[in-house]
């Protein structure tokens, strides 16, 4: 009888199981079906220094799902990250965010802004070509590679270090600049951090959300700060939605903000607006 149940539970395990995967894979095949169709988008959110100039943008995804509307790229990146769309999808960002730079040089940008930070995935920065994919598609667009720069996350900076540094170098003497994203949930250790050569640490935005009434963010918010001013990095605080956020943030000595309160992520046309 015991097994009797026990295999029935198999079962239903398996079914569960086939379900899932058809759906996942129904899924990969509506993500393939929109980048074709060209339902992915990039959107901006501009980052600012504490005069209130924009100094820059983060490229994030978007993507109109046929049936289920606007996705969260929470949802969906790592789903492309299981399979090897994540490298078709980046390289679509590559491409398209070059391109929106190609715009941005034809207009009259104030002096503050720098850069246009993309997001890269573990799957895209250990390919063999990886750089030369970069350069090939900013000498295509024509733009200055000043222009452009690369968030990595922590993890995926440790899980492949001696790459990654070697990489990181490598861009930076081709004037690409790298950020370290979600810098303080990870596992990098200093020994790691203190080789890696990229250029903003970016506080997570756990850190930032009520930090005037949290001690903790606050103690670990500062000591992300100091640990940039040793190591020659520049700080930006991510997720900033509130004035007193963003005055404690100062207080504390960063001077680089990404948030709700200073702009949401905006497609290209809205984003170019705030150059007004
Ligand atoms: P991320 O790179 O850390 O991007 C910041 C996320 O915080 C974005 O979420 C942004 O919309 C959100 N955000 C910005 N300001 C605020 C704020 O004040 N409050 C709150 N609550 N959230 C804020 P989003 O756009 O949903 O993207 C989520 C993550 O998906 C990104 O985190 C990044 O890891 C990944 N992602 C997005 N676009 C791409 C892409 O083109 N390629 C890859 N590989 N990953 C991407
Ligand atoms: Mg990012
Ligand atoms: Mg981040
Ligand atoms: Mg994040």
New binding site residues.
């Given amino acids: 009888e015991a097994k009797r149940a026990k295999s029935k539970q198999g079962k239903q395990y398996q079914k569960t199981m086939s379900e899932k995967i058809k759906r996942r894979l129904a899924y990969v095949d509506d993500m393939k079906q929109g980048l074709e169709n060209g339902d992915f988008k ?2 901006y ?1 501009a980052q600012y220094n504490h005069y209130g100039d924009i100094i820059g943008a ?5 993507w109109q799902h046929p049936v289920h509307g606007m996705e ?3 949802v969906y ?1 790592p789903i492309a ?1 299981e399979s090897d769309l ?1 490298l078709a ?2 390289q679509w ?1 590559l491409e398209q965010a070059c391109r929106d730079i190609k715009k941005l040089e034809q207009l009259p940008l104030p002096q503050t802004f720098k850069k246009i930070a ?4 573990a799957k ?1 920065l250990i390919q063999h070509d990886f750089k030369d994919k970069i350069m090939r598609a900013i000498k295509l667009n024509d733009i200055p590679a000043e222009r452009l720069a690369l ?1 990595l ?1 922590e993890n995926l900076l440790v899980e492949n270090i001696e790459d990654s540094i070697k990489l990181i170098a490598d861009l930076k003497a081709n004037s690409i600049d790298c950020s370290i ?2 810098f303080g949930t990870g596992y990098s250790s200093l020994t790691y951090l203190k080789r890696i050569p990229a250029s903003l640490l ?1 506080i ?2 756990s850190f930032v ?1 009520n930090i005037e009434q949290s001690s903790e963010s606050a103690a670990i918010a500062s000591m992300i700060i100091s640990l940039g001013k040793t190591l020659k990095m520049d700080i930006l605080a ?4 509130t004035v007193a956020e963003f005055n404690c943030l100062k207080d504390l000595g960063c001077y680089q903000y ?4 200073f702009s ?2 905006l497609p290209f046309d809205k984003f170019v607006q705030l150059f007004n």
């Fill in positions: 990039l959107y959110q983060e490229a994030l995804l978007r969260s790229p929470s990146i990250e994540i999808i980046g960002v993309i997001n890269v995935s895209q968030e996350t994203d979600d970016k997570d935005r959300a991510e997720g900033v939605e990404q948030g709700y309160y949401k992520p």
